[in-house]
């Protein structure tokens, strides 16, 4: 009962940056509330000017759910935000299924930072090919080296943070893209932030097509020297 309390107390704000999102966000939206059914929550959409309908469709959600649970916000705007902020892919890789367990775990912690892991027992990735496994183990494992994080998942995005310590922490960060979210879980262990961890599985995206490419690897190589050099 006293959890219960505590978790109605809260206010969460799942932001989803989206880019030509129009076949998932629907559903990933309809998830959300599923798994949510007694928490105080809004959903963010962040477009990034879509031109495949993206905003449209969400609109539509708007008629659904409420203009008041499901905002839109194209870039760049500041955003009123709950006390709990959770980042999540709008791919349909983050399930919403795994939300109640990002706040259990930080109800039960005090953690600062929940942050989703594929690289501890229970957690797994589906739909890759052996080579992006080998890639993205392979990065952590170098982070993990270089960086010492404290977490086992690095490179993982699907994350719940507390308001006031995701603005701190963002404005430390100088990275963008797939650098970023490296980044900022290093730079919230370097100012001594409590981070917990909850297994997920990722699943590869089923619609659209993924935004990871050669750019990207290199610069999260640039990205991993520079944070070496200056955390």
Same mark, same amino acid.
């Given at each position: 009962?006293?959890?219960?309390?505590?978790?109605?107390?809260?206010?969460?704000?799942?932001?989803?940056?989206?880019?030509?999102?129009?076949?998932?966000?629907?559903?990933?939206?309809?998830?959300? #509330?599923?798994?949510?059914?007694?928490?105080?929550?809004?959903?963010?959409?962040?477009?990034?000017?879509?031109?495949?309908?993206?905003?449209?469709?969400?609109?539509?959600?708007?008629?659904?759910?409420?203009?008041?649970?499901?905002?839109?916000?194209?870039?760049?705007?500041?955003?009123?935000?709950?006390?709990?902020?959770?980042?999540?892919?709008?791919?349909?890789?983050?399930?919403?299924?795994?939300?109640?367990? #990002?706040?259990?775990?930080?109800?039960?912690?005090?953690?600062?930072?929940?942050?989703?892991? @594929?690289?501890?027992?229970?957690?797994?990735?589906?739909?890759?090919?052996?080579?992006?496994?080998?890639?993205? @183990?392979?990065?952590?494992?170098?982070?993990?080296?270089?960086?010492?994080?404290?977490?086992?998942?690095?490179?993982?995005? #699907?994350?719940?943070?507390?308001?006031?310590?995701?603005?701190?922490?963002?404005?430390?960060?100088?990275?963008?893209?797939?650098?970023?979210?490296?980044?900022?879980?290093?730079?919230?262990?370097?100012?001594?932030?409590?981070?917990?961890?909850?297994?997920?599985? #990722?699943?590869?995206?089923?619609?659209?097509?993924?935004?990871?490419?050669?750019?990207?690897?290199?610069?999260?190589?640039?990205?991993?020297?520079?944070?070496?050099?200056?955390?």
């Amino acid at each position: 009962m006293g959890n219960e309390q505590k978790e109605n107390s809260n206010k969460y704000s799942i932001i989803i940056p989206t880019y030509n999102e129009r076949l998932n966000i629907a559903l990933l939206v309809y998830l959300i #509330f599923k798994h949510l059914p007694n928490v105080n929550f809004e959903i963010i959409v962040v477009d990034d000017g879509s031109p495949d309908g993206t905003q449209d469709i969400v609109k539509q959600l708007q008629s659904v759910y409420g203009e008041d649970r499901i905002l839109l916000r194209a870039r760049p705007k500041k955003l009123g935000l709950g006390n709990f902020v959770v980042i999540m892919d709008a791919d349909l890789s983050h399930h919403p299924k795994y939300l109640p367990n #990002f706040i259990k775990k930080q109800m039960e912690t005090g953690a600062d930072i929940v942050t989703g892991t @594929r690289y501890v027992k229970g957690g797994g990735v589906h739909g890759w090919n052996l080579m992006r496994k080998l890639t993205s @183990r392979g990065a952590n494992v170098l982070a993990q080296t270089l960086l010492w994080p404290g977490v086992s998942d690095l490179t993982g995005s #699907f994350r719940l943070y507390r308001k006031s310590v995701l603005e701190d922490v963002i404005g430390s960060c100088v990275s963008k893209g797939y650098v970023f979210q490296m980044e900022m879980i290093v730079r919230a262990t370097r100012k001594g932030y409590n981070i917990a961890e909850v297994p997920i599985t #990722f699943v590869d995206r089923v619609y659209g097509s993924s935004k990871l490419g050669g750019s990207e690897i290199v610069e999260y190589l640039k990205g991993l020297i520079y944070l070496l050099l200056t955390t």
